[in-house]
């Protein structure tokens, strides 16, 4: 799958991604440490388009800038800026793969 064939609400995402952003610092949301990230398809050279997508307490320090990343069981919503973006969340299993 391709960030352009994500739809809102989507769910059983499986994507490979490229982390092309990680500097925000991690908030505590919900009793659990999150960063917010943007990603673009895992092969992409200009990093569009573009996704965002968070990463959740141990995964913040996994997983770095440039980093390439199998995500899977995901859940997509629309980003509410008009933006056409879209933030991946609540993933079953994220691991790096190069």
Do not use: C
């Not at 500097?23 to 990093?47: C, N, R, Y």
């Not at 390439?68 to 691991?95: C, M, P």
Request: hydrophobic share 35%.
């Amino acid at each position: 799958m391709k960030i352009k064939d994500l739809k809102d609400k989507q769910g059983k995402i499986d994507i490979d991604l490229k982390i092309i952003w990680n500097q925000s610092k991690p908030k505590e949301m919900f009793g659990k440490q999150i960063q917010t990230i943007l990603v673009a398809d895992a092969e992409s050279e200009k990093g569009d388009p573009t996704a965002y997508f968070d990463l959740y307490n141990a995964d913040i320090d996994t997983f770095k800038h440039l980093n390439k990343i199998r995500v899977t069981n995901a859940y997509a919503k629309l980003v509410q800026n008009n933006s056409g973006q879209f933030r991946l969340v609540n993933y079953d299993k994220i691991e790096l793969i190069e």
